[in-house]
Every structure is written in C-alpha cells, then in structure tokens.
C-alpha cells in the first residue's frame, strides 16, 4: 500500500469533473419532476446531447457554441416526449424509456463520422493570482466556465424554487395541477419548460462527458449516467444541494476508489467498486428522514377536462 | 396453471414454426440466419466493433445465402438470455455470443434449442450445440508487455482490467512477465473497472493511474476513452485493445492487438450450410492469425521495434510461449520449471499472479 501516490489536490479536482455531468442531467429531472412530470428519457438526452455538442465542437471549433447545440439538441429531443405525453397524453413511463432508446439509436446514428476524432478543448478559466493559493488554487481555480455554471445552475434552481412566484408556480402545478388548473395556470405550458429545461440540463451533462471529461465521442458513452442520474433526485429527496452533495459524494467515492486500488489499499476491490452507490444512498436517506414526500402529481396525466 | 398451458401452446407453435423454418431451409429456399449478441455498441472502436466486422465479412462471402442480426449492448447475465430465445425464436441457425459473461445464459438456451448451433467466445462450457471460441490475446500482451518495460520511464505501468476473470489476468500476467524481461524495475498499478465499456469511467481509471505516476497505460476495457486520457496527458504511451485503435497512432497509441474473427465466423457459418459444424473448442493465435498485432508505430524505438517484432515471430512460428518456465507464482511457490511451457488447461483457468506482481486478484 503506497497511500502518497494519491495526489489529493489532483483527486479533489478530479471528481469535481467527474460529478458535472450527473449535477446538470439531475438538477434538469429535479425541475421536470417538480412540475410533476417524470421523464426516464434521461439517458437519451445526454447521449444526443453529447454528439449535438460534440459535433459542433467539432465542425465549428468553438466548444462554447457545442455546448449550446447540446443544450438545443437535449431541448429538441424532449420536446418528443412533451408531444407524446402533454398533448397525446401518452403514458409518461413508457414515453421516457421510448426517447432513452431513441436518443441512444439516434445519437449512433449522428455520430457515425465522429469516432476517433478529438474535440477542440475548452479551456480553464483563468483566475490569476487566485490560482496559486496553495491547495485551494488547484482544486478550485483550474476549471472549465461549465463546471461553475453546474454550481451556478444547483444555486439558481434553489433560490427560483424556494424565493420566487415562479418557483411557486412550478410547486404548484407539480402538487395539484387541477388546482393550479382552477386558478388559471396553464399546467401544459408550464409543463413543457420544464421539461424542454431539463432536456437542456441533460444535453449539457452529456457534452460535457463528450468534450471534457473524456474527451471524444463514442457510441452509448454516457453508460447510464442519466439513470444514476435519476436516482439521485428522489434520493436528495427533490432538494437541490442535497443533489449536489449527493454528485459530489458519488464523483467522489467514484474517483476515491480507483485511487485506492491503483495505490494497492487491502479493501477488497468489490467493496470498493461498490462503495459509490452505497455510500451516496446510505447519507442521502438518513438525510431525507424527514420525509419529503415525490411533488403529489408526479407521473400523473393532466388534461383540463378532467 | 391457466398460464402455464398458454405458455406451453406458444412454445409448441413456436416449435412448431421453427420446424416449418428448417425444413424450408433445407430446400434450400431459405437464407442461414446468423445471430450476433453483442456486449458493447458495434460502435465502440474495440471488442465489438471487431465482432461486428466479422459479422459483415460473413455478409460479404455468403451474400444472398446468409442473413445476419445482431442485438447489441446486451447486458451480460438473464437479460442476455432473453435475447439469445429471441433470436432462436426468430429462426436464427447459428448464434455467436460475445462475452465472458453470457456462458451460462448460452448453455441455458442451447438446451432449449437443440437445433441451433450456439458459439460462445472466451468461455469454457460447451454442449453438443454450443461451441467456445477464444484467441490468445495473451501473445500480444507479451508484445505490448516488451514495449512497455522498454518505454517507460517511470517504471510504473498502468494496467485498467475490466472483471477478474482468466482472460483478463492472462494478459495481466503475460505484460507484466515480458515487462520485467525487458525491464527489471518495473511496478504494475492495475486498477479494476468493473465493466467492459464505460468510457467515462475508462477514462477515469487511465486518468487515476497516470496520476499515480503511471506513463504507460494497458487496457482491457472496450473503449478508446483510455487512449484521449493518455493523449491529453501528453506523454503517456497506451495500446490498441481489441481493435487497432489507430486514430490515437502514431502516439500515444504506439502498437495494438487486434482481434480478427472474420475467417472463423466465415468458416463455421459454412459449417453451418453444409451441415458440418460439430462442437468444437478453437483458440487461436498470431500464428493462425486470429490475433493481429498492430502496426509498431515510429514513437517505440528501432532496436525495441526490431526486438517487439522478432518476439512476435517466435510466437507466431511457436518456436516461443509465452508462458514459459521458470516461473513463480505470487507467492512463490514455482509455477513452471525451466524450460515449461503453461498448458491450456492452466491457461484457461488462471486465477493467480505471476511472481512480482503486487496487489490481490478480486476474488
């Protein structure tokens, strides 16, 4: 066992990357299942997200305008299962796993010309003196603008829905929409923002595997991350900076144990492949005994004449 | 019990449908269907995308006379198997599984299907219509093995394995003995995935060992995501897994193992035709080229070129094992005598570490 091989500044600035991606695709599902939609299309945003993203990059060399085009192109694909389940009030379950599967076909199909090529890097933002504070610079001034904007992202989520009318809005139509429905909110509207927001949350998380942590675009790479995605917004019991202290335990313990192992720590490894999960449902559940409840109409089918 | 007779009808039509199936094919009126189960997207640059072109080389001889399907992504495990009586369903005559991990699954199946020919690749079960299939990737590790011992600086390297299954520490154990030839201060970190493709997580785990002071990384995972870390890393020097992965050629990606299944699924889907195919157990290696090894790129050094090529040769003429005495295993009892070679059955079962490496096997 050779426990100084790790690098803890190195560590720490790692899973900080590696939690980016679940931080936007679940900060996006906790505003959608706020409204009261559940989307399981997660995973098959991330994916198209990450080709639409990966693809611009590539073609226009600028990785700020890929992470818009995964945005729109997350935004985009959700707007097939707004049509499907707000206006043909199709059943939202199947409709999520159908644009998974969808996304995942798609996006092969997208990025057949793509493989083997490397993206044009988004560079760190340049923080200056703040840099080179000991241990505090590395870890936390040698970041790409997307990282911040996830935190940014998980900050602004908090505050809308808890400090403004919007924000109670959402709650609203989440809780009761044949009430919001009464006091003449209009539940579809407000339902398809959200959920085009979350479609655009999702594509980000996904470009950002493709252009940054990874960087390059294979078939299927987000590898079920919008699943764990969706995990972690009932586990954080649909409160945001639980979600981030919930990604951030997952990066963590993720990236924890491969250090582990590559130092030779006598864990067995199965505990320690398996320590991410457990870890980060074990702390988010004795969190949540207060027993925030799912928003009352999630996964119902709303229609104004009902 | 009202369901059980439903179920018993529908397999008795089913039966009944395949029957009708192979009786026209052995008209001749019908195409042979060839199955493909496949445990990554064809996409991923590696271990599928090797499988998937062996699919289409039999699509290619056979033409009109062959109709392929494939099912890709398939977890390994029961999910497998219900892929695996679909395909039987639907008529296919013979079925290439492409995991480790669909070995039992397969052997399930092949019971319900006495008239399907099953193939499964890396396993070790076989029935009267069930095949295994393997290549001696481990050749090639000796290979990639030298180099890296040559190569590194920093006497570290990475190794990212995938499961702890024989395959996979055959090859650990097979680098690492022509890495210490070559280099005798050599250290593998070898960092354990839990997964075939996750590029994400490959990622990580190259990311996590070059770190760690690591500047040569070894894979057996399916995906390219190692070779971006390594070349983001700038001074890393990784191999192709699987396929040639030569879009990261000539560095970091500096030589590759690659898997050519193309003359094998061609001759047993002719088997198959002629009614031929009989339960067998092939494993190949350079010599019968089921292993290839990728171009040596002009990063590796002429003299360790010359030396990587000719260990290669002495491997394909089997002049050479690379399994060969004297050997201990970790704990150091002794392995192999001076001059023993490793059989098969040793081989295919392998489930320790050579003497040096350091680290447990996951058990």
């Keep these: ?8 500044i190195l560590f720490v600035a790692g899973f900080l990357v590696a939690a980016t991606p679940l931080i936007f695709a679940a900060i996006g599902e906790l505003v959608v299942e706020k409204s009261g939609t559940l989307n399981l299309g997660v995973e098959g945003m991330m994916i198209t997200g990450a080709i639409c993203g990966f693809a611009t990059a590539v073609e226009t060399g600028s990785p700020m305008l890929g992470f818009a085009a995964a945005a729109a192109g997350g935004a985009a694909l959700s707007l097939l299962f707004v049509f499907l389940t707000q206006v043909a009030l199709a059943n939202q379950v199947a409709s999520g796993l159908a644009l998974t599967l969808f996304g995942l076909g798609l996006s092969a199909l997208m990025g057949q010309s793509y493989v083997g090529i490397k993206p044009p890097r988004l560079p760190d933002i340049n923080f200056g003196p703040l840099a080179d504070i000991p241990v505090i610079g590395p870890i936390l001034f040698t970041h790409d603008i ?42 579809v509207r407000i339902r398809t923002l959200a959920i085009m927001f ?53 990066g963590g313990i993720t990236q924890l144990q491969l250090n582990l192992q590559g130092a030779g720590v006598a864990i067995p490894v199965e505990y320690l492949a398996m320590s991410p999960y457990l870890i980060t449902i074990i702390v988010l559940v004795i969190l949540s005994r207060d027993k925030s409840a799912a928003p009352a109409c999630l996964g119902r089918t709303f229609h104004a004449s009902s | ?94 079925i290439f599984t492409t995991s480790f991990g669909y070995m039992d699954p397969t052997i399930n199946v092949a019971k319900k299907f006495p008239d399907v020919k099953f193939e499964h690749a890396t396993g070790y079960k076989r029935a009267d219509n069930v095949s295994t299939y393997s290549a001696r990737f481990y050749e090639g590790r000796a290979i990639q093995g030298h180099i890296a011992g040559k190569m590194t600086k920093s006497n570290i390297i990475g190794y990212i394995g995938s499961y702890p299954i024989p395959e996979v520490i055959r090859g650990i154990n097979s680098a690492f003995i022509h890495a210490r030839k070559a280099n005798p201060d050599v250290q593998f970190k070898i960092v354990w995935a839990y997964t075939w493709f996750d590029p994400a997580k490959e990622a990580d785990a190259a990311k996590v060992l070059i770190e760690q002071g690591a500047d040569v990384v070894l894979q057996h995972t399916d995906s390219t995501a190692p070779q971006a870390a390594a070349q983001e890393a700038g001074n890393v020097v990784t191999f192709g897994q699987a396929s040639d992965m030569s879009q990261y050629a000539p560095f970091p990606r500096v030589s590759s193992i690659i898997d050519d299944w193309a003359p094998y699924y061609i001759a047993r889907t002719k088997a198959v035709m002629d009614g031929t195919w009989t339960s067998t157990d092939t494993w190949d290696g350079i010599g019968a080229g089921m292993v290839g090894i990728g171009e040596i790129s002009d990063a590796v050094p002429a003299d360790v070129k010359a030396e990587a090529l000719a260990l290669k040769a002495s491997l ?23 001059g023993e070679t490793a059989d098969d059955g040793t081989l295919a079962g392998m489930n320790f570490y050579v003497e040096g490496i350091e680290g447990d096997i996951p058990q």
């Design chain 2, 316 to 338: 394909a003429d089997g002049s050479y094992h690379a399994f060969t005495g004297p050997l201990n295993k970790q704990d150091g009892t002794p392995f192999l005598a001076e």
């Design chain 1, 1 to 8: 066992m050779d426990l100084s091989a790790i690098n803890p």
């Design chain 1, 146 to 187: 997307i990282l911040y904007l996830g935190i940014a992202l998980v900050a602004a989520t908090w505050a809308v829905l808890k400090f403004t009318r919007a924000g109670l809005i959402l709650r609203a139509v989440g809780e009761s929409h044949d009430a919001a429905h009464a006091l003449g909110y209009k539940v």
């Design chain 1, 198 to 250: 979350g479609g655009a949350c999702a594509g980000l998380g996904g470009a950002y595997i493709s252009l940054i942590r990874v960087p390059q675009w294979t078939e299927g790479m987000t590898a079920g991350v919008g699943w764990i995605a969706l995990a972690l917004v009932v586990f954080a019991s649909w409160k945001p900076w639980r979600l981030l202290l919930g990604a951030y335990l997952f």
């Design chain 2, 1 to 94: 019990m009202g369901n059980e007779m439903k179920l018993t009808k529908l397999l008795t039509s089913a039966a009944l449908a395949l029957g009708l199936a192979t009786t026209a094919m052995a008209d001749g009126h019908e195409k042979t269907k060839v199955g493909f189960v496949f445990v990554g997207p064809i996409g991923d640059g590696g271990w599928t995308y090797e499988h998937n072109k062996g699919r289409l080389a039999v699509e290619e001889e056979f033409g009109d006379k062959v109709e392929t399907v494939f099912v890709e992504s398939v977890a390994e495990g029961p999910d497998s198997e219900r892929v695996m009586t679909q395909m039987a369903l639907d008529g296919a005559d013979l």
